[in-house]
């Protein structure tokens, strides 16, 4: 490698080094991403919390918690660890497919996801609940 690359790769390095921190704060804020990971600095603008994930599915018009066991428990499991860390990046298609899947009377589902933050006023930590519904999809015939 000859002085003149070697000088552009570190500038480089040395310019995403200098300019990751403001990025990665604007994924926590933006997309809700996890501030603690995603090898970033923000983790020091919010305390380390988990995303909670309550699945509530409708039947015959009557909404009820889902009791997940084994498989179906796991991805609901796997599906709060990647909202935790892809926050609204994280989509829940293959959890739906599988929740849908499993029973056809299942009309929609609901998706109850708590994100724990601090409430900057009182300094406790606080639940944010965000409810998120879907309907089954529609079989063309």
């Known amino acids: 490698m000859t002085g003149s690359v070697r000088r552009a790769a570190m500038f480089g390095v040395v310019t995403l080094v200098a300019l990751w921190p403001a990025v990665h704060l604007g994924l926590v804020a933006r997309a809700g991403t996890d501030p603690w990971e995603l090898f970033g600095w923000a983790m ?15 039947r ?14 796991r991805q609901v499991e796997a599906f709060a660890r990647a909202r935790t860390t892809l926050g609204r990046l994280a989509s829940p298609k293959e959890l739906l497919a599988t929740v849908f899947a499993s029973d056809a009377s299942i009309g929609a589902v609901e998706l109850v996801l708590r994100d724990v933050k601090l409430d900057l006023e009182s300094a406790l930590l606080v639940g944010i609940d965000e409810r998120v519904r879907f309907e089954r999809p529609r079989t063309v015939r």
Request: proline content about 7%; aromatic content about 4%.
């Open 60 to 73: 015959a018009g009557v909404l009820e918690p889902l009791r997940a066991m084994g498989g179906m428990r």
């Open 44 to 58: 020091y603008s919010q305390p380390a919390a988990r995303v909670q994930v309550r699945v509530d599915v409708e």
